[in-house]
């Protein structure tokens, strides 16, 4: 290995390069790790287990709070693991460092597969090692054909109930993110650029929340990260939904569709405060965490400041006001809530879309959540206190009342999951090879599980729904012989013209639930 200038570049150690970007925060060190333009006019953040193209530019931005230095190290399953550096680098407290340089981005070239790389740094107080897994992957592998040209429906086997993945449990929620996409437009602008320090901050902690139901967008609102999985939010936002979808904030100048999207949990909810606690896997975008102020720090008359989403296409809009005064055990009937708080009765130019979303001091410190607006033209934020008693009760949520809500926010197959499902034998050794489905009767399988290599497991499902040859949806079954040593994922090709594959959905934990979402 070549070891003549302190950042080795070859191709596979430039493949590297791309996954400076860590989900623990704690640390006193940060990386984040931009695809950006060739010209750097644009820029998107990766986040940790993104799949990401095979060609594209990069900037890797390291921040650190204390001095030290840094090293990384790397391994594929064709490259043992090594360093990417000739030395370790040097850091001082305060310094951001930008690799290669401001102006400068990395040209990468990849090869498909799995990477999993250490970050090291060892500094006065602290000696922080993390391990990671991000995917280079060209999906036109997958969508050269929809299979379905190459099928043999001649050799008809009997069908093997144990061979089904349980697909009908799957939450793959195609028009979930048509309805995302169709709705979602440039966000921000120039002015997060030039926007305030607390702005910045504010923005960093605040996610935009997306309240669905019946597969229709119920509503919208903000809520607050705690942490990178934890988020607090009003509880009339995320009311009688049947699933709840989180988009942390991402960074400047990058459009919603770019940004990556969480399914959340609800942990528990209080009527009263109108205050809820829902939960994500962890959120490794370029966020930050909020801090609460007590609310005996308050005064009438000082400036408040408030980062919430007024409209689906005006998402992260800064707002500023003052305190009018302290209410406390305030009542309040509105949107199903009974509210009996204390609350900060202030002037912030606040509209519902601001629901859930912090109101904060000059120093960017959390007093309040703002919740409600009444015909007076005043304000009301449920106060920072109710919010720390609150997050002291314990998780209980067990679903909503209503019965028209999914329990659990589960789909169960019925019993009749597997019927219509017909499966062949392609290489006529007595097992079947691939199964389908045809939903209208019409001699076309609209859905297929796919077993390429005829090893007795299904290693794709497609999906073709308006039988346009072209496959929305291809699940790359983890565990399989094709994808093994890795989790479900899910491709969608939202225009549905086979031009390529535009999001990615995770599912970590194997509960046959999308956990996160990233644009390709």
Same mark, same amino acid.
């Given at each position: 290995?070549?070891?003549?200038?302190?950042?080795?570049?070859?191709? $596979?150690?430039?493949?590297?390069l791309?996954?400076?970007t860590?989900?623990?925060?704690a640390?006193?060190?940060?990386?984040d790790? @931009?695809?950006?333009?060739?010209?750097q006019?644009?820029?998107?953040?990766?986040?940790?287990n993104? $799949?990401?193209?095979? *060609?594209?530019n990069?900037?890797?931005? +390291?921040?650190?709070?204390e001095d030290g230095f840094?090293?990384?190290?790397?391994?594929?399953?064709?490259?043992?693991?090594?360093?990417?550096?000739l030395n370790?680098?040097?850091?001082?407290?305060?310094?951001?460092?930008?690799i290669?340089?401001?102006?400068?981005?990395?040209n990468?070239?990849?090869?498909?597969g799995?990477v999993?790389?250490?970050l090291?740094? =060892?500094?006065?107080?602290e000696?922080?090692?993390?391990?990671?897994?991000?995917?280079?992957?060209?999906? *036109?592998n997958?969508?050269?054909?929809?299979?379905?040209?190459?099928?043999?429906?001649?050799?008809?086997?009997?069908?093997?109930?144990?061979?089904?993945y349980?697909? *009908?449990?799957?939450?793959?929620?195609?028009?979930?993110?048509?309805?995302?996409?169709? =709705? +979602?437009?440039? $966000?921000?602008?120039?002015?997060?650029?030039?926007?305030?320090?607390?702005?910045?901050?504010?923005?960093?902690?605040?996610?935009?929340?997306?309240? @669905?139901k019946?597969?229709?967008?119920?509503?919208?609102?903000s809520?607050?990260?705690?942490?990178?999985q934890?988020?607090?939010?009003?509880?009339?936002?995320?009311?009688?939904?049947d699933?709840?979808?989180?988009v942390?904030?991402?960074?400047?100048?990058?459009e919603?569709?770019?940004k990556?999207?969480?399914?959340?949990?609800?942990l528990?909810v209080?009527?009263?405060?109108d205050?809820a606690l829902?939960?994500?896997?962890?959120?490794?975008?370029?966020?930050?965490?909020?801090?609460?102020?007590d609310?005996?720090?308050i005064?009438?008359g000082?400036?408040?400041h408030? /980062?919430?989403?007024?409209?689906?296409?005006?998402?992260?809009?800064?707002?500023?006001g003052?305190?009018?005064?302290?209410?406390?055990?305030?009542?309040?009937e509105?949107s199903e809530i009974?509210l009996?708080?204390?609350?900060?009765?202030?002037?912030?130019?606040?509209i519902?879309?601001?629901?859930?979303?912090?109101?904060?001091?000059?120093?960017?410190? /959390?007093?309040?959540?703002?919740?409600?607006?009444?015909p007076?033209?005043?304000?009301?934020?449920?106060t920072?206190?109710?919010?720390?008693?609150?997050?002291?009760?314990?998780n209980d949520?067990?679903?909503?009342?209503?019965?028209s809500?999914?329990?659990?926010?589960?789909?169960?197959?019925?019993?009749?999951s597997?019927?219509?499902?017909?499966c062949?034998?392609?290489n006529?050794?007595?097992?079947?090879?691939?199964?389908?489905?045809?939903?209208?009767n019409?001699g076309?399988?609209?859905?297929?599980?796919?077993?390429h290599?005829?090893?007795?497991? @299904?290693?794709?499902?497609?999906?073709?729904?308006?039988?346009n040859?072209?496959d929305?949806?291809?699940?790359? $079954?983890g565990?399989?012989?094709?994808y093994?040593?890795?989790?479900?994922?899910?491709?969608?090709?939202l225009?549905?013209?086979?031009?390529?594959?535009?999001e990615?959905?995770?599912?970590?934990d194997?509960?046959m639930?999308?956990d996160?979402?990233?644009?390709?």
């Amino acid at each position: 290995m070549q070891k003549g200038r302190n950042l080795v570049i070859s191709t $596979i150690r430039i493949i590297i390069l791309i996954f400076l970007t860590i989900s623990a925060y704690a640390s006193n060190i940060d990386f984040d790790l @931009y695809l950006t333009t060739p010209d750097q006019s644009k820029s998107i953040h990766v986040s940790n287990n993104e $799949i990401i193209p095979l *060609e594209g530019n990069l900037q890797i931005k +390291v921040y650190s709070k204390e001095d030290g230095f840094i090293d990384i190290f790397y391994e594929s399953q064709e490259t043992p693991r090594d360093s990417i550096l000739l030395n370790p680098i040097e850091i001082k407290a305060g310094q951001v460092i930008t690799i290669p340089s401001e102006d400068k981005s990395f040209n990468l070239e990849l090869s498909s597969g799995e990477v999993n790389f250490e970050l090291a740094f =060892k500094g006065e107080t602290e000696t922080f090692l993390k391990k990671t897994t991000v995917y280079a992957f060209d999906t *036109e592998n997958l969508i050269n054909s929809s299979y379905r040209d190459q099928l043999d429906l001649t050799n008809k086997v009997s069908l093997d109930e144990s061979s089904i993945y349980e697909i *009908e449990n799957f939450k793959n929620k195609y028009s979930t993110l048509m309805e995302i996409n169709e =709705k +979602v437009s440039n $966000i921000r602008g120039d002015l997060t650029l030039r926007g305030s320090s607390i702005y910045s901050k504010l923005a960093k902690g605040t996610v935009l929340i997306i309240n @669905y139901k019946n597969d229709q967008i119920l509503g919208y609102g903000s809520g607050i990260l705690i942490d990178s999985q934890h988020i607090i939010t009003n509880h009339h936002v995320i009311y009688d939904t049947d699933e709840l979808y989180v988009v942390p904030y991402g960074g400047p100048n990058i459009e919603l569709k770019d940004k990556s999207m969480h399914y959340a949990e609800i942990l528990k909810v209080s009527n009263e405060k109108d205050l809820a606690l829902i939960k994500t896997i962890p959120i490794s975008d370029d966020i930050g965490f909020l801090e609460f102020s007590d609310e005996g720090t308050i005064d009438v008359g000082m400036n408040t400041h408030a /980062v919430g989403h007024p409209d689906i296409q005006e998402t992260w809009t800064y707002a500023r006001g003052y305190v009018n005064n302290l209410r406390k055990n305030y009542t309040a009937e509105y949107s199903e809530i009974s509210l009996n708080a204390n609350v900060i009765q202030n002037s912030t130019d606040v509209i519902p879309g601001f629901s859930g979303g912090p109101l904060s001091d000059e120093n960017g410190n /959390v007093i309040g959540i703002n919740s409600f607006i009444m015909p007076d033209g005043f304000q009301y934020a449920v106060t920072s206190n109710e919010v720390l008693n609150f997050l002291k009760k314990p998780n209980d949520f067990d679903g909503w009342d209503n019965s028209s809500s999914s329990e659990n926010n589960i789909e169960i197959a019925d019993d009749n999951s597997l019927e219509g499902y017909e499966c062949f034998d392609q290489n006529k050794d007595g097992k079947s090879d691939f199964c389908g489905r045809d939903l209208n009767n019409n001699g076309y399988l609209e859905i297929i599980y796919v077993d390429h290599d005829y090893d007795g497991s @299904y290693d794709e499902y497609r999906e073709d729904e308006n039988e346009n040859e072209v496959d929305e949806l291809v699940i790359a $079954i983890g565990g399989s012989s094709k994808y093994p040593n890795t989790h479900d994922k899910y491709y969608y090709d939202l225009e549905d013209d086979g031009s390529g594959f535009d999001e990615v959905g995770h599912d970590y934990d194997g509960d046959m639930i999308v956990d996160e979402y990233h644009s390709i």
